[in-house]
């Protein structure tokens, strides 16, 4: 799949997003090694806390179903559906993705249709992960 092709999936999914305490729908599109992508949208609560963000969605998706090797996720989000800047992954996000692909290709788009091209090692340098652990 081309990078437009994963960043359209990424769009397509900001209408699914359930999103009626923040207005801030965030969509995602992971792609696996062997070509399956998988997406995902934020979906949040009213205990707040419990909201899952699209990453994790679509990571979460993906893991359930087999896959672990990932190579690249494009990330787009905007309050009220409209995307202005980049969507930056947050910190828990940025930790579940390493846990996995530590280096994958992250992905963000503006306004503009811009694409901003990042490894995730950039987004969490000293990261913590399983080396430290044994
Ligand atoms: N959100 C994501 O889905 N991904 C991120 O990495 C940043 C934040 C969501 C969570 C919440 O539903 C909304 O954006 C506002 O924080």
Do not use: H, W
């Not at 999103?19 to 205990?47: H, K, M, Q, W």
């Amino acid at each position: 799949m081309t990078k437009q092709e994963l960043c359209q999936k990424a769009v397509d999914m900001l209408k699914m997003a359930y999103v009626p305490y923040s207005r801030f729908p965030v969509g995602a599109a992971l792609e696996c090694d062997d070509g399956t992508v998988y997406t995902g949208c934020n979906i949040e609560n009213a205990g707040y806390t419990p909201t899952n963000c699209a990453e994790r969605t679509a990571v979460f998706k993906a893991v359930s179903e087999g896959e672990r090797q990932f190579d690249a996720i494009c990330i787009v989000g905007g309050k009220d559906g409209v995307l202005t800047e980049y969507a930056a992954p947050c910190g828990v996000c940025r930790q579940v993705l390493q846990e996995f692909a530590p280096d994958l290709e992250v992905i963000l788009v503006n306004s503009r249709g811009e694409t901003l091209d990042l490894t995730l090692r950039e987004l969490l340098p000293y990261g913590f992960d399983n080396s430290y652990l044994g």
